[in-house]
């Protein structure tokens, strides 16, 4: 038998014939949407499809090639007691490639373009270690790169300051 250090967690592998019966494998990722159809395109065996579960997660359930059942999932927030809010309209105007980028993510995060916004301004304001908490997976922080480059944001975090409006 083989054991494996992962963080703090310790695995242990042993020799055999595969026997998938009765175990079940379980992984938090990033985004289970995106690794599900990376899989799928792949050609492994979904069984079951994402899904929002009472346990916190959206999660997904699939069969490897020996038949063992692996469960990818991430976490979400949604299962917890609402919070009654009253919503105002705030007039909002944005720069022309933000306001691209910002539609294209919130339709990446299957949210609408409010509750987007709301999202990044909750996460900016709450503080993490020696900086700010992200809003968004390393997946979907690549992907945001990709929208900057497709709409040519070609200014950092700062350049707002420097913004002057087109007469």
Known sequence: ??????????????QGSPNPAG?????????ADELCDAQRANGVEIVEEP?????????????????????FGHYIYSGRPPIEIERVDVPVRLEKRLAALLHDLAAYK????SS?????????????GD????????????????????????????????????T
């Not at 579960?53 to 959206?58: A, D, I, P, V």
């Not at 299957?110 to 373009?113: A, E, G, L």
């Not at 987007?116 to 993490?128: A, Q, W």
């Open 1 to 14: 038998m083989a054991g494996v250090r992962l963080g703090d967690v310790q695995v242990f592998l042993e």
């Open 23 to 31: 175990i079940s494998v379980y992984f938090v990722v990033g985004s």
């Open 51 to 71: 899904g929002d579960r009472l346990y916190g997660l959206r999660d997904y359930l699939a069969r490897d090639l020996y038949g063992y059942r692996l469960s």
């Open 110 to 113: 299957r949210m609408s373009v």
């Open 116 to 128: 987007c916004l709301e999202e990044i301004l909750l996460h900016t304001n709450e503080p993490f």
């Open 131 to 166: 900086g700010v908490a992200s809003p968004h997976t390393k997946a979907q922080l690549s992907h945001i790169q990709t929208l900057k480059h497709k709409h040519g944001i070609d200014y950092d975090s700062h350049g707002s300051y420097r913004f002057v409006e087109k």
